[in-house]
């Protein structure tokens, strides 16, 4: 089972969180998994399940993301 440098993708100025990590490697292996058009092809191919591929692309900054204003908020609110 390979490990992932959490604490690295946690270090990076726009996640700041385990919970933003989580959460936005969760849409992103959603993404993965079903899909459309204009989905952004997976950018690992060493790993089997979605979830750690999502992860891996996101600590490795291999994708890039954008936090909308609403979530910002949310975010700082708890």
């Known amino acids: 089972m390979p490990l992932l440098d959490i604490e690295k993708g946690v270090k990076k100025s726009e996640i700041k969180s385990r919970f933003r990590l989580v959460h936005i490697a969760g849409m992103r292996s959603r993404e993965l ?20 591929k999502a992860l891996s692309e996101l600590i490795n900054g291999k994708i890039d993301f954008e936090i909308l204003p609403e979530d910002e908020e949310t975010s700082e609110n708890e």
Do not use: A, F, G, I
């Open 33 to 52: 998994l079903n899909p459309k058009e204009d989905t952004l092809e997976c950018q690992e191919s060493r790993y089997m399940k979605y979830t750690t």
